[in-house]
DNA sequence: GCCTTGACGGTAA
DNA sequence: CTTACCGCCAAGG
């Protein structure tokens, strides 16, 4: 595994309960702005451990994209409910309230 | 080794 | 405001 995908999952499990980001953001925070593929590609390679909440992570316009890479469909949007973050068929709602950016919170 | 696809994002038209 | 295209990174065919 890369050390990139490393990252990103180390990123990820920072997360806190209740909050999201984006790919780009977590991209952006890597260095690398334009590589937000890459970020949900390595998403998609790891085991989706329960240590990595992969769901809290969507695109920049707060839609579910992943929500059909999980096991079930409603797997993201469901937990995402459960933590408080409320969703809007499959896109969140009033997600600024709910955006957590490793850049501005980590801030290293 | 080259081309296509993919959990994306930003800018241009 | 909506649509289209390009850029970037990694993997599969």
Known sequence: ????????????????????????RIAKYLGSVKSSRSVGWALNNIKLDDTIPA???????GLLTGR??????DFMKN????????????CIV??????????????L
């Open 1 to 24: 595994m890369s050390d990139f995908f490393i990252d990103v999952i180390e990123v990820v499990k920072l997360i806190p309960k209740g909050r999201v980001t984006t790919y780009g």
């Open 55 to 61: 769901h809290r992570v969507v695109n920049r316009n």
């Open 68 to 73: 059909s890479h999980f096991p079930k469909p």
């Open 79 to 90: 937990k995402l409910i459960t933590e408080g973050v409320l969703i809007d068929d499959n």
């Open 94 to 107: 009033n997600m600024n309230k709910y955006i957590w950016d490793p850049i501005k919170d980590l801030t």
